[in-house]
């Protein structure tokens, strides 16, 4: 009687325990649909007070492009050489409270950051395929042409995971604003 009962308890933690992880994959896919609607936001206001933009979807990517370049479009493989800015998405908006890294001056001087090191402000050059980004930046780059200035908009579904990365909450929407130095397919 005693193996039973035992059987019977086991059965009902056992329950409960995927009754609880049901509930949180379902908050979590609550929250990304909640991060798609703030950047489908992001992206109807900045597109309706910029005539040039142009929008685009990679692989959970929003790519949204606000000053147009010239050339080959970045291939897979392809070589890129960037300047960018990373945001935290909160709201609809991006803000100096919510950068979390940069390469670029004006926006490190205009967040009040300081940095130190030999040239933090260095455009970064990277092989697409080698390149070791989150997926949804990796996703959003292919296409981009030098000269273009453009949004790479992904809910948390497509950036850092379930763990807190330094000042990014787990499972954040992340904006990367990216200036296109250069870009090389051969």
């Known amino acids: 009687m005693n193996s039973i009962l035992n059987i019977i308890k086991s059965a009902a933690c056992l329950a409960v325990v995927c009754l609880a992880m049901g509930c949180s994959k379902e908050n979590l896919e609550s929250k990304f ?81 300081t940095t130190t090191g030999e040239d933090p402000y260095k455009v970064l050059t990277v092989k697409l395929n080698e390149a070791n980004f989150v997926k949804g930046l990796k996703n959003g780059l292919p296409g981009l042409k030098a000269g273009d200035e453009a949004y790479i908009l992904f809910s948390g579904k497509y950036g850092f995971g379930d763990k807190n990365l330094g000042t990014i909450p787990a499972n954040s929407a992340l904006v990367y604003h990216v200036w296109v130095e250069s870009i090389s397919n051969e």
């Open 33 to 113: 649909a909640n991060q798609e609607t703030k950047i489908e936001t992001f992206v109807s206001s900045t597109m309706s007070s910029n005539a040039d933009a142009t929008v685009a979807y990679n692989g959970g990517s929003t790519i949204l492009t606000v000053v147009h370049g010239e050339g080959d479009a970045l291939e897979k493989n392809g070589v890129i050489s960037f300047y960018y800015a990373g945001y935290i998405l909160t709201s609809t908006t991006v803000s100096s409270s919510n950068l979390f890294t940069t390469n670029d001056e004006a926006t490190a001087t205009s967040a009040g950051w």
